[in-house]
């Protein structure tokens, strides 16, 4: 991206002033090292300052360190909108609705786990459901996906898919209150019926991870999440609403397009950036169908945790106790969501748009389990599948940024560049090389996914943390990731 | 499959070009691509199935984004990889009505190919243009 614009606050911030584009109601702020914000496209700095214009919008529109080129906002955009005079947007959001990450620990140690890592990531790849056309692991009847939209994670536990101690260790509970089926299409039911309890594709994974005793930054807090041991194995997933919250996007999308100017009177100059105010007919609408694909994400990833908990136990003959199975914690980073947020000193409710970019509760606050309240709420980030994850905390200076922080790598590679420079069956064979066994059921797909791909994650996390957004934790290494 | 994938345009996801001489050979050519784009061997797919659709819009533009989004939809909803069978795309009242005859087969895993799943068609950089030649398209795909 060009700097030339661009006004250092310091050496991790840096604001765009609201000279740069006619109409911007508000300055741009970006999140990150001047390295970084040279290394995104040039897009980013146009697609951030459009999301400027919004009505309603407050403060700064923000860019996180792992920030680069979507679709109306930038991923890693984040936008504080006035909900009374404000609009809400599904390019703000992103088509995988409550697209996200959750991290399971277990008391196994890497030794433990190495004799039978091929084993297990065979396992996790015949059985939990991944890639295109696969069934999820349970096809919804129209009275039970109305539930499920309306329960989230805990329709997936009330039948049968975990424990209810689970949803305390879920972002909103795992249930997003105001999820209205009535605002759902048909065509997104279509599409979300046979899907739920699913991977996809993508950049969505499943990783065995290990944390080495070098990697903990901060040990007391690291300790409070779970992570208590050199060699410790850790699960993460990443996978989101699938075509359901797609659909809905998609609907609304449209829908917003042909009323905003003739109903609303709103023009913008990017389509993706399609709005409308937020507690007319229309945004309360989009706002009710969006919770119910934030609901289905959640009940998605508790049932694919359920499922590798039984694969564990099943492999190493032990009971989820004795494995120490225990959910560290489940983001979100793909949503808008009301919440109570000081804007200049007074406390006011706002909707806050994230895309690409993680919640990250500071100690205290309300909405983090008691269990964390004094570390703060646990941020995970997604890595490369070479490179690693991370697992941080939310601190009080977050607070100038609406309490976001980034969601993980970001690319600095288009796939087709990527899927040129690297060769996926070549990149399997490089990892297991290295230790890491891959499964996939799309070799080009994995190519798109090299490391090489995306930016360096230590550099992103650098800046998170130079920039006061959140505190790094610990650092999760992959030994084993089955990809759609 | 004739198409050409375009670079600089979206890190993240796919943004390709088709040509055609009229909007007819424009659309064909979108969802081939798409089905190109998403397995590795389109031409095993065989016409085991048909389904007609339409659409309407106010703009070629338009047209040619509700028209991938079909395709995009079937393959969740129904888990079909389609490509056009017959075609038509009229222009009357003001808006573009295209009708649709799709032809193809259920995905099979163990047959098809897949390179990366589309998931949605995007408006982003959307454009349908005309020349001395004919018409081209540019769409950026979600995945």
């Not at chain 1, 309306?150 to 209810?164: D, E, F, K, T, V």
């Not at chain 1, 089926?181 to 990783?207: F, I, M, W």
């Not at chain 1, 359920?306 to 106790?321: A, G, T, W, Y």
């Not at chain 1, 806050?352 to 500071?362: E, L, P, S």
């Amino acid at each position: 991206m060009k700097t030339s614009s661009i006004n250092k606050i310091h050496d991790y911030l840096y604001e765009i002033p609201v000279s740069f584009k006619h109409g911007m109601r508000v300055p741009a702020r970006i999140y990150a090292s001047l390295q970084l914000i040279e290394n995104m496209d040039n897009a980013v700095l146009d697609q951030l300052t459009n999301v400027c214009l919004l009505p309603g919008i407050l403060k700064h529109a923000l860019c996180m360190p792992d920030g680069h080129s979507g679709y109306g906002f930038p991923i890693g955009g984040v936008a504080a909108i006035d909900p009374d005079t404000g609009v809400i947007s599904p390019g703000g959001i992103g088509f995988d609705i409550n697209c996200g990450v959750r991290l399971m620990a277990t008391s196994l140690t890497f030794d433990e786990v190495k004799p039978r890592l091929k084993t297990l990531v065979q396992a996790l790849f015949n059985q939990v459901p991944s890639g295109v056309g696969s069934d999820g692991m349970v096809r919804l009847k129209p009275d039970d996906f109305d539930e499920a939209m309306i329960l989230g994670a805990r329709w997936a536990i009330q039948n049968g898919y975990g424990s209810p101690t689970d949803l305390d260790f879920i972002e909103e509970n795992g249930c997003m209150k105001g999820a209205d089926p009535r605002a759902v299409s048909d065509r997104a039911r279509a599409r979300g019926k046979d899907q739920a309890g699913s991977l996809g594709s993508g950049n969505h994974y499943l990783e065995i991870q290990v944390v080495k005793e070098k990697n903990i930054f901060d040990k007391k807090i690291a300790e409070q999440f779970g992570i208590v041991r050199d060699g410790q194995i850790m699960v993460m997933i990443h996978s989101g609403s699938r075509g359901f919250g797609h659909q809905i996007a998609t609907d609304y999308l449209k829908r917003f397009l042909s009323v905003m100017g003739s109903k609303y009177g709103l023009s913008l100059p990017d389509r993706e950036l399609a709005c409308a105010p937020f507690y007319s007919d229309d945004g309360q609408n989009y706002y009710r169908a969006m919770n119910c694909a934030i609901n289905y994400a959640f009940l998605n990833r508790q049932m694919m945790m359920h499922s590798v908990k039984n694969i564990l136990c099943d492999i190493f003959k032990k009971s989820p106790e004795e494995l120490g199975l225990r959910l560290v914690y489940d983001v979100c980073h793909n949503t808008a969501k009301l919440e109570r947020h000081a804007i200049d000193g007074k406390e006011k409710e706002i909707l806050i748009h994230r895309k690409g970019a993680t919640r990250a509760f500071a100690p205290g606050m309300e909405g983090i389990p008691d269990r964390y309240r004094s570390t703060g709420q646990p941020v995970l980030i997604g890595g490369s599948m070479e490179t690693g994850s991370y697992l941080l905390a939310g601190i009080p200076s977050g607070a100038e940024a609406f309490y976001s922080t980034c969601h993980g790598s970001g690319r600095v590679m288009s796939r087709h560049r990527a899927k040129s420079t690297f060769n996926g069956r070549e990149l399997q064979k490089h990892l297991e090389e290295q230790g890491i066994i891959i499964l996939t059921s799309s070799f080009p797909g994995l190519a798109e996914e090299a490391g090489g791909a995306y930016k360096n994650v230590d550099e992103v996390i650098q800046a998170t943390e130079q920039g006061g957004l959140s505190r790094a934790v610990a650092k999760l290494l992959p030994i084993g990731n089955i990809k759609g | 499959m004739d198409f050409e994938i375009l670079e600089g345009i979206s890190r993240a996801d796919i943004a390709f070009r088709v040509w055609g001489g009229d909007p007819v050979e424009l659309f064909t050519a979108g969802a081939g691509a798409l089905l190109a784009i998403m397995i590795r061997n389109p031409e095993t797919v065989l016409k085991k199935t048909s389904l007609s659709f339409a659409c309407e819009a106010a703009d070629l533009e338009m047209l040619y984004y509700d028209f991938l989004s079909e395709f995009i939809f079937r393959k969740d909803s129904d888990k079909l990889l389609l490509l056009p069978e017959k075609l038509e795309i009229n222009r009357s009242d003001g808006l573009y009505r295209l009708s649709c005859i799709a032809s193809g087969e259920a995905i099979d895993r163990g047959r098809h190919v897949f390179a990366v799943d589309i998931k949605a068609a995007t408006m982003h950089n959307l454009s349908v243009t005309r020349d001395d030649n004919g018409f081209s398209a540019t769409i950026v795909v979600d995945v």
